[in-house]
């Protein structure tokens, strides 16, 4: 049975609204913003049925909570968790942003460049210690999983917490590294969704990644100071009657049903104010009728056609449905579901040839629109596997990671180069498909790819 857990920023803060440092520390409570966002969100849950819920006991935390709580269908009472504390930051609490920059100039430097090597000097009464904060809190983080994840089988689990915690929440949970950090983004109450097979140790799923749509914003904004050298939109496809029926297509060219079509339309009305410079599309039809839709509403941005950004090439799979491959290929089939980085297609591709081939094509573009004078926005609209592999790579995992990453039809994923093509890139959100229609779960087809 599926755990799903559903984790939550809090709303704007009085030292968010001030650009301070918070950290730990506990002076800083919502303001009449964050109380807006919070019950944005709280109508967003409405429609989820929740097993227990946790936040952390900071005042912003627990603000947000309780705002939340009188929305819920079921009168769970919120539990404070010491696990679920904010990233313990105790030199700089408390100071500006650029207080911090000006005092620890190189410590701030380390902070964003290799977060995992990061540390305090702290005082305690045995003397000065050592303290690592990220790497700290993605302790804490798995800590959190072991006893809640343990305790809450196949139940809904709701968790309101902060941008530190929760990232290394999502991060332990299917594997991220440490020093990808500052690669996951978390605005004030986004929500983002997780689902756990089993324990710890068995496969999670990011089905989605800080969802802002509910609080009012189409797409999270980038981060501070400045608009990001190139910002990639990444779509996945319509439905394809072969996905309906699970029947796996591969680099066969199968056409949008009606419903895929339906689905293009609402994502080019969803993204039609949302200026977008150029775009890349798969030379496959189904990628290139999605990305037409959208392009609509962007008459004047030209299209271009990638061929490594075909779908994988299943080989002797391709055409058949899910039930007919298990007869002929089952060992095969299920290896592919355990272990999908060991398996070669029969006739077709491993899972390395379209990791190298997507990853190849995807750098190719950030590097020729990466301009921070004249920052560009592009649409890239693609396949399953294609799309997972890319979003693997930028998270920091390999290719054993495959089914950890969700991608519903037509779902967008924002991606961010705030330094260009040579720094780490900003996940600002991944798998939405609110505007779809149906709520903050993914209830696209879960076909085959």
């Known amino acids: 049975m599926t755990t799903r857990v559903i984790i939550v920023r809090h709303g704007q803060s009085s030292y968010n609204a001030q650009q301070k440092i918070q950290g730990r520390c506990d002076e800083s409570v919502l303001t ?43 009168s769970l009472t919120p539990e404070a968790k010491e696990e679920l504390r904010e990233v313990d930051l105790p030199l700089w609490e408390k100071l500006s942003k650029q207080e911090v920059v000006e005092k620890f100039p190189a410590d701030y430097r380390c902070w964003k460049e290799r977060p995992h090597e990061f540390k305090m000097l702290v005082s305690e009464p045995a003397g000065e210690k050592e303290h690592f904060p990220v790497l700290s809190l993605y302790e804490q983080a798995q800590l959190f999983w072991q006893e809640a994840i343990a305790k809450h089988q196949g139940q809904t689990i709701l968790i309101v917490a902060h941008n530190g915690i929760n990232r290394c929440l999502i991060m332990s949970a299917i594997g991220i590294p440490p020093e990808r950090y500052h690669t996951i983004q978390q605005s004030n109450c986004c929500i983002n969704v997780l689902n756990f097979s089993g324990g710890l140790e068995d496969p999670v799923q990011l089905e989605s990644l800080n969802q802002v749509s509910h609080t009012g914003s189409v797409l999270p904004p980038p981060r501070p100071p400045k608009p990001p050298a190139v910002r990639l939109l990444l779509v996945r496809h319509g439905e394809t009657e072969w996905n309906r029926m699970s029947r796996f297509q591969g680099m066969m060219d199968i056409p949008l049903n009606e419903t895929g079509k339906e689905q293009a339309r609402k994502a080019a009305q ?39 950004f075909k779908e994988i090439g299943h080989g002797l799979w391709e055409g058949k449905l899910e039930s007919e491959i298990e007869a002929e290929f089952g060992e095969l089939l299920q290896q592919w579901k355990d272990a999908p980085e060991t398996v070669q297609m029969p006739e077709g591709e491993n899972l390395q040839q379209v990791w ?24 890239v609209s693609a396949h399953d596997a294609i799309n997972k592999v890319i979003i693997c790579y930028l998270l920091g995992l390999e290719p054993k990671s495959f089914w950890n990453i969700k991608q519903g039809n037509c779902a967008v994923s924002v991606i961010d180069y705030p330094q260009g093509a040579e720094g780490l890139p900003v996940l600002q959100t991944v798998n939405l498909t609110t505007y779809l229609g149906s709520g903050i779960l993914d209830r696209t087809a879960a076909g085959a790819l």
């Open 270 to 308: 969803y993204l039609k104010d949302v200026h977008i410079d150029f775009a890349v599309t798969s030379s496959l039809l189904r990628p290139k009728e999605t990305a037409e839709i959208i392009l609509e509403y962007h008459q004047s941005v030209p299209l271009a056609l990638e061929d490594q």
């Open 356 to 379: 190298d081939r997507a990853i190849a094509a995807w750098n190719k573009i950030v590097q020729t629109h990466s301009n921070p004078d004249e920052p560009k926005v592009v649409l």
């Open 32 to 74: 009449e913003q964050g109380q807006t966002e919070a019950k944005k969100v709280g109508m967003a849950l409405q429609g989820v049925t929740f097993d227990a819920f946790y936040h952390s006991p900071l005042q912003r935390a627990t603000q947000t909570a309780s705002i939340i709580q009188q929305y819920l269908a079921n």
